[in-house]
């Protein structure tokens, strides 16, 4: 099984060992827990494997408040594409050039530790189009005038007022 699924049953039976101080109550909600996940498919070898590392009497090591650390990580952070979904790219080549600074003395005392990467969502289409919703009659106090200048149209094309008049020429 995969690491992950290792970790969630050991996360799991530890969770039992630390909210129960009986070890009765501890080993029945294990087995619970153990009949269900075999009921979903999982083997009974795969399952004592990741379970069998929780031991009941190592409750208190799972009582003990770890000390938190105070550092802020160094993130990485850039756009998700998918040409580089599940490859982990950058992360691989910060890896494979870390030598170069850790290396250097002054780099070194910067940086200690390798960066996090971190993904932000790329540009889509939908960020790029222009909003379809027009102001609505009310709130839009412009006129045919404030958006035609009669000194940038040509001399050939007629203005406004020109068609204006040529119309009630024509009702006449």
């Given at each position: ?160 007022q020109q068609l204006q008049e040529l119309e009630t020429e024509s009702t006449m």
């Amino acid at each position: 099984m995969p690491p992950v699924f290792d970790g969630f049953v050991c996360a799991e039976v530890m969770r039992y060992a630390r909210n129960n101080n009986n070890y009765e109550t501890f080993l029945e909600k294990k087995d619970f827990f153990m009949e269900k996940l075999s009921t979903r498919g999982y083997s009974e070898a795969e399952l004592l494997k990741a379970g069998s590392s929780i031991n009941f009497e190592d409750r208190h090591l799972f009582l003990e408040e770890k000390p938190k650390s105070r550092e802020i990580p160094l993130v990485f952070k850039t756009k998700y594409t998918p040409h580089c979904a599940g490859k982990h790219i950058g992360k691989k080549a910060i890896q494979k050039h870390w030598n170069i600074i850790s290396n250097n003395q002054k780099l070194k005392i910067t940086f200690p530790k390798p960066p996090m990467i971190a993904y932000s969502r790329a540009e889509n289409l939908r960020d790029s189009l222009v909003k379809a919703k027009l102001p609505s009659p009310e709130e839009d106090d412009h006129t045919y005038e404030d958006f035609v200048r009669y000194e940038d149209t040509p001399s050939s094309s007629p203005t406004l007022q020109q068609l204006q008049e040529l119309e009630t020429e024509s009702t006449m």
